[in-house]
């Protein structure tokens, strides 16, 4: 039985994902880290021993990570309280969210961070689908301060270069289509997040990005939504920022609602 203190790995898998998740600290010495150094979706490394350096800068409630769910993780959350910020450990650490098979993304698949510790992403202008889609599950599970530029085609190589951008969804690139597969097929694979309400969405996202309606009754919608959401913003963050909110509801109904029904009006008695 957790404490006040604590959140255990099942609550943390059903917030996943969503909007205003905690930051998730993992705090594990580099021993342990270096034994398996796969991260939970969404989790930043931090310096136990900089806690009282670090600690300023985090403005949202955390949840603290270390191996075992022991004194690491209690006392850098016991730091962060004693700043004034909200705390609480994960109930059995790393090891814990292991053992229940939680989802975890290989560290060495992560772009390098900036001075302000953000990954960077950049791709062409004018998004609709799969470049909606993939940063909505870069902020949600990979990294949620993500910075994405957009710019025309002809320059995301050059940008990405002189500004350290990972570029995706454009030729030649890692992040980018793979055979049937698109981009958001790609970075869920990758990135270890095969879970089924994912892998359902991302079949739903390849059927309209690629032309194919007939993978699941739904891509007409998410068709249908994308290219409107195009036509209503002329400034690419305007619409990705409204975009999130569609793959946010996408995400919950694929994950809670698929047997839910709704009819109207309701029938009649007798």
């Known amino acids: 039985m957790p404490s006040f203190l604590e959140i255990t790995p099942d609550k943390l898998a059903r917030i996943l ?8 600290i993992d705090v594990r010495i580099d021993q342990d880290f270096d034994s398996d150094s796969r991260l939970i979706p969404g989790s930043v490394r931090r310096d136990f021993r900089r806690v009282a350096e670090w600690g300023p800068e985090i403005n949202v409630p955390a949840i603290v990570l270390c191996q075992r769910g022991q004194k690491l993780g209690h006392g850098v959350a016991a730091h962060l309280r004693a700043m004034g910020k909200q705390a609480e450990t ?3 650490g790393f090891e814990a ?13 992560l772009p390098t961070r900036d ?4 990954t960077v992403w950049v791709t062409r202008s004018r998004p609709k689908i799969d470049r909606i889609a993939c940063p909505w599950l870069i902020r949600r599970f990979i990294d949620p301060s993500a910075i994405f530029l957009f710019v025309p085609a002809s320059e995301v190589a050059l940008v990405g270069d ?3 951008a990972t570029p995706f969804d454009i030729e030649d690139v890692f992040w980018s289509h793979r055979g049937e597969l698109c981009t958001f097929d790609v970075m869920i694979d990758e990135f270890g997040l095969k879970s089924d309400a994912l892998l359902h969405l991302a079949t739903i996202v390849r059927g309209a990005d690629t032309a194919r309606p007939e993978l699941a009754p739904e891509v007409q919608g998410l068709l249908a939504i994308s290219l409107g959401l195009s036509r209503m913003f002329n400034d690419d963050l305007e619409q990705l920022e409204a975009g999130l909110l569609v793959y946010d509801a996408m995400y919950r109904w694929c994950r809670d609602a698929t047997d839910e029904t709704h009819n109207w009006p309701n029938p009649r008695k007798g």
């Open 97 to 109: 969210w292991r053992d229940a098979h939680g989802m975890l993304v290989p560290e060495d698949r």
């Open 90 to 92: 994960l109930e059995g």
């Open 162 to 164: 002189r500004f350290n």
């Open 115 to 118: 001075a302000s510790g953000r």
């Open 17 to 24: 994902g969503t909007p205003n998740l905690p930051a998730i």
